[in-house]
């Protein structure tokens, strides 16, 4: 164990400007990786504030009773989809009317008669809120007796839909993209490594060592590079974080980070990253001579 | 010891590079291979330690069927051999006493007994007092001495030189041949490639001779036929 750290590390020693290279190859395409996990994390985190908002309006027929509405709501409130509902009087719509719509106050307060209609507000559950299960619960809506129509935005909803699918996709293809060409060089460099070490390896297996025997070293470097790039590109991604953040005249600034899970996630990925490239390397040296 | 039965080895353009071949090398011998270069001294050597398998007929070495190894078979036999190369092939950033524990390390020996047993083989080849050079700060003679040191370090049954002398010098080929000479006497096998003919001469070793890869004389045979005549 102690000659397998001290072979690993003796490589960076030998040969630093090519460990360098190593090491800030898998930091960048990590960089890439984690800044594209940034905006797709920060996406979602918006998307989540708007889905929020996704509600059903049910206008209520004018001299429903009381009691058939609170029935009603309180059945509405335990459909597994339905996060609450609130019930809004006539007179909470025509006060709402007044105060947001500012133009029209002055004819609203000239009524004789309160032309809103009750209305009882769905809001949907987390995971509920595509449009087909919108569709669904305005459906079921409709066939209580005493609603008069559904309002629930039916576009805006299907648009939402198609941003969150679009932003998952991209995500997941240049995310893997960016991976691919990570591994590819990775590989590369080691293999550089390995070739610049291959009068080592031919004397190890000239005096018989076993090929783990010669993996170990190769294996050890490639986890540790992968380790560093991984932190470096953790420190690249804070820094592109905090650039974006600080220099956005507030726009962004509830932008967030990493969760501590998503740093480790990334870290691990550039150990297997490093650990990959040079178990191929390794392994194709090995076969060949 | 060593046991080449109708061996056969074809290049991959068909070519060949061995064509049957056969001897045998007993406990204790010392066998000079000599031919001109191509004539398949070296492919005899690669054979014997299992840098390349037979095309066909069968490479028995130590006890181990070189024409059936198993991959992980390869370094168990490599550590009963010692082999040594006209080019040294030591490692420019190690000192000699690191050349030769490299050997050690790495096929696993423990490390109390490293230094010790670095010291007695470097003794051996009369570079003790030159542990801490650099390959680059040794003549070609003494590196050759280390390279030497680095085979014998595993106290090999079979020594392999491929062509040891090829670099040197006649007073450092000398010392080297000597050397070889003492391990011989210690009753390790010594097989040596070699187109130096004068060497060839100086000594009553076995010797065999190869032409386009065939076997054309082999002193323990033709002379024991000389003998029955």
Request: with cysteine; proline share 2%.
């Amino acid at each position: 164990m102690k000659l397998l750290t001290r072979e690993a590390l003796l490589s960076f020693r030998r040969a630093p400007l090519l460990s360098v290279l190593s090491v800030t190859t898998i930091a960048f395409s990590l960089f890439t990786v984690g800044l594209f996990g940034l905006v797709a994390i920060n996406l979602r985190e918006a998307l989540r504030g708007l889905e929020e908002r996704v509600e059903i309006v049910a206008y209520i027929f004018r001299g429903t009773a009381s009691e058939t509405i609170a029935m009603a709501t309180q059945d509405i409130a335990a459909f597994p989809e339905v996060r609450d509902v609130s019930y809004i009087s006539e007179e909470e719509a025509l006060r709402r009317a007044r105060a947001e719509l500012v133009e029209f106050r002055d004819a609203y307060r000239d009524l004789q008669v309160n032309p809103l209609p009750a209305s009882i507000e769905v809001r949907m559950n987390d995971g509920y809120r595509d449009a087909g299960t919108v569709g669904r619960v305005a459906e079921r809506l409709r066939g209580f007796g005493f609603i008069d129509d559904v309002r629930f935005g039916r576009e805006w909803v299907q648009k939402l839909d198609h941003l969150r699918n679009l932003t998952g996709l991209v995500g997941i293809v240049i995310g893997l993209a960016f991976a691919a060409v990570a591994v590819v060089i990775i590989g590369v460099t080691i293999r550089l490594t390995i070739l610049q070490r291959a009068r080592e390896i031919s004397i190890m297996r000239l005096v018989g060592a076993t090929n783990w025997f010669i993996r170990g070293p190769f294996l050890l470097e490639g986890a540790l590079k992968g380790l560093l790039g991984g932190l470096l590109s953790l420190v690249l991604c804070y820094a592109g974080y905090l650039l974006f953040r600080d220099n956005s005249g507030g726009t962004l600034s509830g932008l967030i980070f990493f969760a501590p899970e998503h740093m480790i996630l990334i870290i691990v990925f550039g150990v297997l990253l490093g650990l990959g490239g040079s178990m191929v390397s390794v392994g194709r040296h090995l076969q060949h001579v | 010891m060593i046991r080449f039965t109708n061996v056969y080895k074809a290049y991959p353009n068909g070519a060949l590079a061995l064509k049957d071949v056969t001897f045998h090398v007993a406990k204790g011998e010392f066998v000079f291979l000599t031919g001109h270069s191509g004539a398949g001294k070296s492919t005899i050597m690669k054979l014997l330690f299992a840098e390349q398998s037979p095309s066909g007929g069968e490479v028995r070495v130590s006890g181990y069927n070189v024409s059936a190894l198993k991959r992980d078979e390869v370094p168990r036999l490599r550590r009963r051999l010692g082999v040594v190369f006209q080019d040294f092939r030591l490692l420019e950033d190690r000192t000699a006493e690191e050349n030769v524990a490299f050997a050690l390390e790495v096929t696993g020996a423990r490390s109390d007994t490293i230094a010790a047993r670095v010291m007695r083989v470097l003794t051996q080849v009369g570079l003790s007092a030159r542990s801490r050079a650099y390959p680059r700060e040794l003549s070609g003679g003494e590196q050759q001495r280390v390279a030497i040191a680095r085979a014998l370090v595993n106290d090999p049954a079979i020594l392999l030189a491929d062509e040891p002398t090829g670099n040197l010098d006649e007073r450092a080929t000398r010392g080297v041949f000597q050397l070889l000479r003492d391990i011989n006497n210690g009753g390790t096998v010594v097989v040596m490639a070699t187109h130096d003919l004068d060497l060839v001469r100086q000594t009553v070793y076995r010797t065999i001779e190869l032409r386009d890869g065939t076997v054309v004389y082999d002193s323990d045979v033709d002379e024991a036929a000389a003998g029955a005549r």
